[in-house]
């Protein structure tokens, strides 16, 4: 699935959400792009699992279409 998170600015944000989405899936793989803002993950979790897993961490995603 892909992200678009607007209020992830830097890589401390980046790590943020990083933690908190391997914090539920220790085997998901993340490519996180701050400059587009973008956050592509293989998760065998669902998506709204995801969403509400990187909301907690403080962030606003939304769902690439
Ligand atoms: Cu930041």
Do not use: Q, W, Y
């Not at 992830?8 to 980046?14: R, Y």
């Not at 956050?39 to 897993?53: D, F, G, M, N, T």
């Amino acid at each position: 699935m892909e992200l678009k998170v607007k209020d992830m600015s830097c890589g401390g944000c980046a790590n943020s959400i990083a933690r908190a989405v391997i914090g539920v899936d220790p085997a998901a793989k993340l490519d996180i792009d701050v400059t587009t803002k973008t956050v592509k993950i293989h998760s065998a979790l669902p998506p709204e699992r995801l969403v509400a897993v990187i909301e907690a961490a403080g962030f606003h995603p939304t769902v690439n279409a």
